[in-house]
């Protein structure tokens, strides 16, 4: 078995944040004992509404926070031994906003060029070959390297976000939202372009989204986080076939696909996602649940693993 | 019987710096009483452009013509700017995307809701707040007399959606017209934003017009619907026909583009639109959609690319006939 090109072991974030004047600090944990392991060639999709945790998961694995507890290996290498450079030679992330992302001053070649540059991998004269090629394999004209940002579309900003990710051949490219900021008719060449990523250069992505459309299309295996906990996870077709945690299922029954015959989900979930500065007790789950009985209030639910799946509740079964 | 709003003809003009942009070119439609009339497209296609025309919204350095806009039997087309003050917040109201950008910060939920009625009625303060608290517990808020004196940050997202939706039932508007409502939520919300829309909007008989990009919202929710595209309505319909038959190549392409649960194939790619939509500046001729098409014909890049209808609620715009179309319909 696959030891895993990433391993997330009990990783936890706390922030602290101020409770107003002389009140002193609270903390939030925005990011709670997660634990995981994303085989070489594999797609993660790490899915959850927003403020569960995801976006902290991802600065955590690409170095830009520091872990609070826990680690993450890359490679069988702890985080907390590398350097940024060491990171990012590794991972590299590509982001939601390709409005955002790119710096309007600069070209696109010397966008594109940039990790090369930063981590003094090759010359002058290698850059611009790479840099070339890169954009060649993304879908770019290469003519374009001497054109700035806004000169490019939607699309084309994020192809020049897929390859400067992609450019220093790292082993994970942690993608944030990648098509949210996208036109429909855009995010199906990106979905095909990060297919064709994959399969031309073995890399292994985590795929970060709240469109379980987009998940269910890319990833083999699922995460799905509340409140700074992965609640289930295992591989993506039964995970979406079979979900095993209340959460789960809410989230996959108000998926709306365009189906005229089919009329508004009816959604359980009548409580508000909670303040994660006051957790609540117990299951973290437990007030917008359907299933929740007495022990869920006082008693959190350990992760209970079954045939490479994890369920983290008291009482797991289909909806 | 008379349609709740008839556009005919509608045109918005945007003056830019490289050229007038066409913003609206030629829309017409029609929305029922009781009816969700949704207009769907990519950023940019006119959708929202469209609404706020209506609204007579539009910003400074746009221009607006129309053959017709009829609002309840009524001529809006040249109305004073007085008439569409009286008219707008309290016989046709608009729901934005992002609800803290509509919610004024510095006032009380309570303030802004009442403002609505005593702008538009005669009612005492009282009355106004009788009617808030009402409308909040409609709109499924617990708590809602002391929910009045709160303010907008103090509320999550899908709670100031829904003052949103409180505010714009102030008045009992005949038409309600709702710009990506539910996407700035999280998906779990989204639906019940949706629901709450659809459950008021019936139970009131009020018109809407949902304006969105995603063809799931749209085939939930929806009774009819115009597909848009660079400016133009390129076709129109029953949610059951548009979905079941598309006829413009845009929209199967559209269709075709998204992943979907259950009927595309994990890991498979996906059909897309090759290109980029174009700005419809300047001298626009023949079909817009016809660099980008798979069907394009040099005919299409002449004159006379009209709107086609086949009943007065179906219609597309391609010289292509749909027994031509070489796929019968999207699967």
């Given at each position: 078995m696959n030891a895993g090109i990433l391993r997330v072991e009990n990783a936890a974030k706390v922030y602290r944040v101020s409770a107003g004047m002389f009140r002193g600090g609270l903390d939030l944990h925005a990011v709670s004992d997660v634990s995981f392991r994303v085989g070489e060639g594999?797609?993660?999709?790490?899915?959850?509404?927003?403020?569960?945790?995801?976006?902290?998961?991802?600065?955590?694995?690409l170095g830009l926070e520091a872990l609070t507890r826990g680690n993450i290996f890359l490679e069988g290498r702890s985080v907390r031994k590398m350097g940024h450079r060491e990171i990012a030679r590794r991972v590299q992330p590509i982001f939601q906003d390709p409005y955002a992302s790119l710096n309007p001053r600069k070209s696109i070649g010397a966008i594109i060029s940039l990790p090369l540059r930063a981590l003094g991998m090759g010359n002058r004269g290698e850059w611009d070959e790479k840099v070339r090629e890169i954009m060649n394999l993304v879908?770019?004209?290469?003519?374009?390297?001497?054109?700035?940002?806004?000169q490019l579309s939607g699309g084309q900003r994020q192809r020049v976000a897929v390859a400067r990710a992609l450019i220093m051949r790292p082993r994970i490219v942690l993608c944030d939202e990648p098509t949210s900021a996208l036109d429909v008719s855009v995010q199906a060449q990106i979905l095909n372009l990060l297919i064709d990523m994959r399969e031309a250069m073995g890399v292994t992505y985590i795929l970060i989204s709240h469109d379980l459309a987009v998940v269910e299309h890319l990833a083999t295996s699922v995460a799905v986080m509340y409140l700074g906990r992965i609640v289930e996870s295992g591989p993506a077709a039964e995970i979406f076939r079979h979900p095993l945690h209340p959460y789960t299922q809410t989230l996959l029954a108000s998926v709306l696909t365009p189906d005229p015959r089919k009329g508004l989900p009816k959604v359980s979930l009548d409580a508000e996602y909670p303040n994660p500065i006051r957790m609540p007790?117990?299951?973290?789950?437990?007030?917008?649940?359907?299933?929740?009985?007495?022990?869920?209030?006082?008693?959190?639910?350990?992760?209970r693993e079954d045939g490479g799946r994890r369920v983290a509740c008291h009482f797991p079964g289909p909806a | 019987m008379t349609a709740l709003l008839e556009v005919e003809g509608l045109r918005v003009d945007l003056s830019l710096p490289a050229g007038v942009l066409h913003a609206v070119q030629d829309v017409s439609f029609h929305v029922e009483k009781g009816e969700t009339f949704s207009l769907v497209g990519e950023s940019g296609c006119g959708k929202t452009m469209t609404?706020?025309?209506?609204?007579?919204?539009?910003?400074?350095?746009?221009?607006?013509?129309?053959?017709?806009?009829?609002?309840?039997?009524?001529?809006?087309?040249?109305?004073h700017e007085r008439r569409m003050t009286a008219i707008r917040g309290a016989r046709m109201t608009m729901i934005f995307q992002e609800p803290m950008t509509s919610l004024d910060p510095c006032y009380t939920i309570g303030d802004q809701l009442e403002e609505v009625l005593l702008e538009h009625r005669r009612v005492s303060r009282r009355e106004a707040r009788e009617r808030a608290v009402f409308l909040l517990e409609k709109v499924g808020i617990t708590a809602a007399a002391s929910r009045l004196k709160q303010y907008p940050h103090q509320l999550s997202?899908?709670?100031?959606?829904?003052?949103?939706i409180a505010m714009s039932l102030m008045c009992g508007p005949s038409l309600i017209i709702a710009d990506e409502p539910t996407t700035a939520l999280d998906v779990t919300i989204q639906a019940q934003i949706l629901s709450l829309l659809v459950s008021v909007q019936k139970e009131y008989e009020t018109g809407m017009i949902l304006i969105t990009h995603d063809l799931g919202v749209v085939a939930r929710t929806a009774d009819r619907l115009a597909v848009m595209y660079c400016g133009q309505v390129v076709e129109t319909g029953t949610v059951a026909e548009v979905f079941t038959r598309p006829l413009h190549p845009y929209t199967r392409g559209l269709m075709r583009c998204i992943p979907i649960p259950g009927k595309t194939r994990p890991g498979q790619k996906l059909d897309t639109i090759p290109g980029i939509v174009p700005t419809p500046i300047g001298d626009l001729r023949g079909c817009l959609f016809r660099n980008r098409c798979p069907h394009a014909r040099p005919a299409c890049a002449g004159e006379g690319i009209e709107?086609?209808?086949?009943?007065?609620?179906?219609?597309?715009?391609?010289?292509?006939?749909?027994?031509?179309?070489?796929?019968?319909?999207?699967a």
């Open positions: 594999e797609v993660l999709g790490l899915v959850g509404e927003s403020g569960c945790g995801k976006t902290t998961m991802a600065k955590l694995i879908g770019l004209p290469p003519r374009l390297r001497h054109n700035y940002p806004n007790p117990g299951c973290s789950f437990h007030p917008r649940c359907p299933r929740a009985q007495e022990i869920c209030r006082s008693q959190r639910p350990e992760a | 609404a706020l025309a209506v609204m007579g919204l539009l910003p400074r350095s746009a221009t607006r013509s129309a053959e017709r806009i009829l609002f309840e039997g009524e001529d809006i087309t040249h109305a997202g899908g709670l100031r959606q829904r003052v949103m709107e086609v209808r086949l009943t007065p609620g179906r219609s597309y715009r391609c010289i292509l006939q749909p027994e031509e179309n070489p796929e019968k319909a999207a």
